[in-house]
């Protein structure tokens, strides 16, 4: 991919010509205009030439892809930063691996008052349990360790971090030689992360941005909360995403609103809603997602953190404020008291105002065919992760060992979703899953259970366009005369169009067809490379020597 040598200028027109432009607009585009942050024009070769002389700066693309940039709907940037940077036990093979990994990272940390970690996964293991706290002290040699499961939702410590938070061994959650949750997790994340320096946080910040850019991804929903993170963990990232070129981000608060006041108190922090991981319950990993029946592999049933009463009042309120609210909603339990909380607070203030309000529950994990009707009915939309599919799915992955294999199978079911009529927007979780927007479409598109596979254009879109849609806005995600310019260059295979059916994914190369084509998927097929991110007309990421 060549480009002339124009000037920067924030208003620059640039043509781009000379590739494959993904736009519905045009299904056979290969060309389009850039103009004052905004896409002014997409069409053919031949139309092209008549924009050459007029612009700015004229960008070959040499066979390359262009499509809207990703917008992961889920992420804790200021987590997946501190991953990118430290102590990763995603890749620990063994309980033995994990504990050598925090054994070598503590010897090259000599100064880090707290050592964090991320990623450890007890189900992927031989020995099929996490570290010991004495396991954890010794090779921690007496420092304090933080090491949250890759779900987040329950952490093995050590000794000396349990020492900084007085009162720790009597919270619920906590456990004498196990990971803690609940109330008890939540406190020494605390004091773990207020061990970060400001400084260490934006350089994480400043890092998971950047990282987000090479993937293609132009902006990012930020979920925030007193639970999660703090106040100026959140203001910090926004102001920070304000001030530098780089992904657009979208921040929500974790935090319930009882009225006009707790709702202006949410919008003064920069958030655009009061939702994202506000818990209704925990995860399955962490036996804390609240199920009606009990786990499969543990004699109760879960974690409820907020009942239908305290739901509808939330989403009452929010309502009234004009203010989105969502939930974090796992288990059916907490998915069926998302359910009849909505649809109390709509028998308050409305149906046609809560389907207004577009919203949000995320993670919608075991979804029942009543549910899936309730999100159409009540306008919800379903902020998913394909991708957990893809690491905890199948008749042998953790699902089916939390919930046995028949349970297993009905979870994230994005065909009956999209069939209902619920939005969907596909984020990561990172850093509970990477950033990686294409192995996120494949992700639902080869979904471990085959009816709930999608065709990897309905896959794209709910990770483009249903991101913005998650967010209120119907003018983004797409690459169109109007539309924001904000779109990604990519180096990949011959373009198809892939669709379910019963058995396999098949597809066609048919032009007749006039669907835009989008990258080969299938399993073992190369993933495309990122040769460039642009938000709002602004470079914001570049592949080296390319």
Not at 137 to 159: F, I, N, Q
Not at 205 to 219: F, N, P, T, V, Y
Not at 325 to 350: M, P, Q
Request: glycine share 10%; hydrophobic share 45%.
């Amino acid at each position: 991919m060549t480009e002339s040598t124009a000037p920067q200028s924030e208003h620059r027109t640039v043509l781009l010509r000379g590739g494959d432009v993904h736009s519905p607009a045009d299904p056979f585009a290969t060309a389009m205009v850039v103009e004052r942050g905004h896409v002014a024009w997409v069409g053919s070769e031949g139309a092209a030439d008549a924009f050459a002389s007029g612009v700015d700066e004229v960008i070959d693309l040499d066979g390359a892809l262009v499509t809207p940039a990703f917008a992961d709907a889920h992420v804790h940037t200021t987590s997946t930063g501190l991953a990118l940077t430290g102590l990763d036990l995603s890749g620990a093979r063994t309980l033995g691996d994990a504990l050598a990994r925090v054994r070598a990272h503590v010897a090259a940390h000599p100064a880090d008052r707290v050592v964090l970690g991320h990623g450890w996964d007890a189900t992927r293991w031989p020995e099929q349990r996490p570290p010991s706290r004495a396991e954890l002290d010794e090779a921690a040699a007496g420092r304090p360790v933080y090491l949250p499961r890759v779900d987040v939702h329950s952490a093995a410590v050590s000794t000396a971090l349990l020492d900084l938070v007085p009162g720790a061994t009597t919270m619920a959650g906590y456990h004498p030689d196990g990971p803690l949750t609940a109330a008890a997790h939540h406190a020494v994340r605390a004091a773990a992360h207020d061990a970060v320096t400001p400084a260490q946080r934006t350089a994480a910040q400043r890092a998971a941005l950047r990282h987000a850019a090479s993937l293609g991804i132009g902006s990012l929903h930020e979920c925030g909360g007193p639970d999660i993170s703090d106040e100026d963990d959140f203001t910090g990232l926004l102001k920070v995403a304000a001030e530098e070129a780089g992904p657009r981000v979208f921040g929500y608060w974790a935090q319930e609103v009882a009225d006009e006041k707790d709702a202006r108190r949410v919008r003064e922090l920069g958030a655009v809603g009061a939702g994202g991981d506000l818990f209704v319950d925990g995860s399955l990993g962490s036996h804390t997602a609240c199920l009606h029946e009990p786990y499969a592999d543990a004699p109760h049933t879960g974690t409820a953190h907020l009942d239908a009463a305290r739901i509808a009042a939330h989403v009452a309120a929010c309502t009234e404020a004009g203010l989105q609210a969502g939930f974090h909603a796992i288990g059916d339990a907490a998915l069926s008291a998302v359910v009849e909380g909505i649809r109390a607070a709509a028998g308050k203030v409305g149906l046609a105002r809560i389907r207004a309000a577009r919203h949000r529950v995320e993670h919608a994990e075991m979804l029942t065919p009543e549910t899936v009707a309730a999100f159409a009915e009540l306008g919800l939309t379903a902020s998913v992760q394909p991708a957990f599919d893809a690491a905890w799915g199948g008749e042998e992955g953790m699902y089916a060992q939390r919930l046995g294999v028949v349970r297993a199978a009905t979870l994230n079911p994005y065909a009956a979703l999209l069939r209902a009529g619920v939005p969907l927007a596909f984020g990561s979780d990172s850093p509970v899953t990477p950033l990686d927007p294409w192995g996120t479409v494949r992700a639902a598109a080869f979904h471990r259970t085959l009816d709930h596979r999608v065709s990897v254009r309905a896959a794209f879109t709910a990770h483009t366009r249903g991101g913005w849609r998650a967010l209120g806005r119907d003018d983004a995600g797409t690459l169109v005369p109007g539309a924001p310019a904000d779109y990604a260059v990519w180096r990949t295979d011959e373009l198809v169009v892939q669709a379910p059916d019963d058995r396999v994914a098949r597809w066609s190369t048919d032009p007749r067809s006039g669907t835009p084509g989008l990258p080969d998927l299938s399993p073992g097929a190369d993933l495309p490379v990122c040769l460039r991110t642009v938000v709002l007309g602004q470079t914001v990421y570049v592949r080296p020597n390319e």
